[in-house]
């Protein structure tokens, strides 16, 4: 369809028609077809770290230790790489075309790394494009998942989904941990490892067929003048409501907005919204999502050396203490997910951040006692990031819900690089403060600094938090087309990705 002219309004009841819908089947499928990325991000972080050293004997590829620990950091590097690059095209082609081209392109990337066959250079560098590749794809999905997500889910709903859909990372880490286990243990290393990388594309084949049917998001549509589209779209979805047997309930006529179709804004128009029109709030989400990503790849990251340095754990026996640390990461999300919705989110924010700051904090004095075993310590760790989970999801709601649409992809991309920059930084020096584990005081001291900074997450939340609670997107920030809107930043420079 023919896009409006930028220069002619458009009234509109898309948004209004969105927050109305009652749950449904449609709904719950959309759910399952996009929340997938998570998992499929657990599991590639989880299988990637069990199998760097298997991938050091002769019998695999006989990588030195060092060229198999860049694995896991090639591989973040292309999920910043990713998100900032595809996080842009979301917000310029939409979200179902950008949600599709993610997903092949991780499929190709996980895929084409199980058919590395030799250690030479060549072959090493292949490994090396191809982990890259892989992350590029689940860094584009986080950008154009969560608005998607966002963007098609009634308001009522969007913070528990969105919170429980961020959560499902740590089912990903479960589902890597089992696989890995028995394929490095049941059937030779050398074939055990390749299949260990095939089990999320072989999922995500199944979930590229689901995600065919899925519309493109009415809202991404209206506000880029493409009305006759947007409508169509709408029409689907409250037609897969009625099919379902759900009525639907009478739109709010006023809640009408009026918009002016532009352009697209780049990267630098970006920092003049985030930093000109919302300075309060992008403070708010740098801090959320550096200090839970600090956090959690301090711990994640560093929690084998832990359990052997400091409690003899045999490597053998360290999944085992995976999964229940996973679980623990898992639950919470799902079980204190909707509290987000009904008490708010300043109050869940600020309490998630600062109790598992607190938590940490008696952890570490624990810890240096030398009152803690390998079992206990993991239920501590459990405990701590069964609320540190729920806060970390709810970061990612926090920076996908408080911007304009229109720059909604590229301002979740940003977060989530300078979240993954900064949290790139534990586990380095975390490691460096376990050592050979003879010096406990060290990373006591390294407990209570992680514990500092999600307290201060928390402390931030509490006096920058937005109280986006059932509102609709569009009364939270107020989209850059809307006619007439307060600030200045409109959608300029569009002919480039990165204009003035």
């Known amino acids: 369809m023919a896009a409006t002219p930028a220069s002619a309004p458009v009234r509109t009841l898309i948004p209004a028609r969105i927050d109305r819908l009652p749950w449904s089947r449609f709904h719950t499928r959309m759910v399952v077809a996009l929340g997938v990325a998570w998992i499929l991000d657990g599991l590639e972080i989880t299988v990637a770290s069990a199998v760097a050293d298997t991938l050091t004997k002769p019998e695999t590829l006989h990588l030195s230790s060092a060229a198999a620990g ?19 095209l979301s917000d310029k082609l939409g979200r179902r075309n950008l949600f599709m081209l993610t997903l092949a392109v991780y499929l190709l990337g996980s895929g084409l790394t199980a058919a590395t066959l030799g250690n030479g250079a060549g072959w090493v560098a292949f490994l090396y494009v191809t982990r890259f590749v892989a992350g590029m794809g689940i860094g584009g999905e986080y950008a154009a998942i969560n608005s998607a997500i966002d963007e098609l889910i009634p308001a009522r709903y969007r913070g528990r989904v969105d919170i429980a859909v961020n959560g499902t990372y740590w089912a990903g880490a479960v589902l890597g941990t089992i696989g890995t286990y028995i394929l490095l243990n049941q059937i030779s290393v050398s074939l055990g490892w390749r299949l260990g990388f095939l089990i999320g594309p072989v999922l995500g084949v199944v979930i590229l067929l689901v995600r065919r049917h899925l519309p493109e998001s009415p809202r991404w ?19 897969e409501v009625e099919q379902a047997g759900r009525s639907l309930p009478p739109v709010d006529r006023s809640k009408a907005i009026e918009v002016t179709p ?7 128009a970006l920092a003049r919204v985030l930093f000109r029109e919302y300075p309060s709030r992008a403070i708010l989400g ?8 600090f956090l959690y790849n301090a711990i994640f990251f560093t929690y084998t050396l832990v359990l052997g340095k400091f409690y003899g754990v045999p490597s053998a026996a360290t999944p085992i203490y995976l999964i229940a640390f996973a679980v623990g990461n898992l639950v919470g999300p799902f079980t204190i997910g909707h509290l987000f919705d009904t008490l708010g989110r300043r109050t869940m924010l600020s309490g998630t951040y600062l109790v598992s700051g607190v938590l940490l904090a008696i952890t570490a004095v624990l810890f240096y006692a030398g009152s803690l075993n390998a079992i206990t310590q993991t239920i501590a760790w459990c405990v701590i990031f069964f609320f540190a989970s729920a806060g970390a999801s709810a970061g990612y709601l926090t920076v996908s819900e408080i911007f304009p649409l229109e720059v909604r992809a590229k301002a979740i991309a940003v977060f989530f690089a300078i979240a993954q920059c900064f949290g790139a930084l534990g586990p380095v020096f975390y490691g460096a ?16 600094l992680g514990a ?8 931030i939340a509490r006096f920058l938090a937005v109280d986006a609670e059932g509102k609709s997107l569009e009364e939270i920030a107020q989209p850059l087309a809307a006619t007439g809107r307060r600030g200045r930043t409109r959608a300029e420079g569009a002919s480039s990705p990165f204009s003035t």
Do not use: C, W
Not at 433 to 448: A, C, E, K, S
Not at 452 to 459: C, H, N, Y
């Open 70 to 88: 860049l694995l896991a950091t090639i591989y973040l590097a292309g999920e910043v790489v990713g998100a900032l690059f595809f996080g842009n």
């Open 221 to 239: 549509q209206i506000m880029h003048g493409r009305e006759h589209a947007a409508e169509a779209s709408i029409k689907q979805i409250e037609h």
């Open 262 to 268: 532009a352009e697209q804004i780049g990267y630098v």
């Open 286 to 293: 740098a801090s959320l999502m550096i200090s839970q990503s």
């Open 433 to 448: 403060l376990i050592g050979t584990g003879d010096h406990p005081v060290r990373l006591f001291l390294g407990y209570l």
């Open 452 to 459: 500092a900074v999600m307290i201060a997450g928390g402390l």
